[in-house]
Structures are given as C-alpha cells and as structure tokens.
C-alpha cells in the first residue's frame, strides 16, 4: 500500500494511531501546548479529539506536522 504513494510518509495511516502516539508521547497536557486546540485542554478524549480533527482541517495540518516531526 505504501508504493502507491511513496512521497507521501502518512500514506496508510491513520488518524486515530497518529492521535494514539502524540498522547503517548507528550501527553494531553503537553499536547495542549504545542498545538492550542480546546479538545487537547478540556474534555480531553480520544473521542472529541478525532470529531474535532476530522472537521477541521487546519487543525489536522497541525497534527499531522507534529506527528511527523516526532517520529
């Protein structure tokens, strides 16, 4: 699957193991202050996260960006 797009490094992955790694990694609290999203600093679940992420798509830039800086 990844051959089909080779310059794109978030080719076949998804949101929610992007999500998943960040919380791991920084934790919601640090999360909230590299990326200032309400959902990363109240009701703080992976639920409201991805709703809010999936309909706003320059918060998932920002995501996405930090996700690829920390990997």
Known sequence: MRQ??????????????????????YGWEELGNLININ??????TKKSSLKFLRTTPWARAKVEQLYLNSI
């Open 4 to 25: 089909d797009q080779p310059n794109n490094p978030l080719h076949g992955i998804k949101l929610s193991e992007i999500l998943d790694f960040l919380v791991e990694f």
């Open 39 to 44: 959902c990363f600093k109240s009701n703080q």
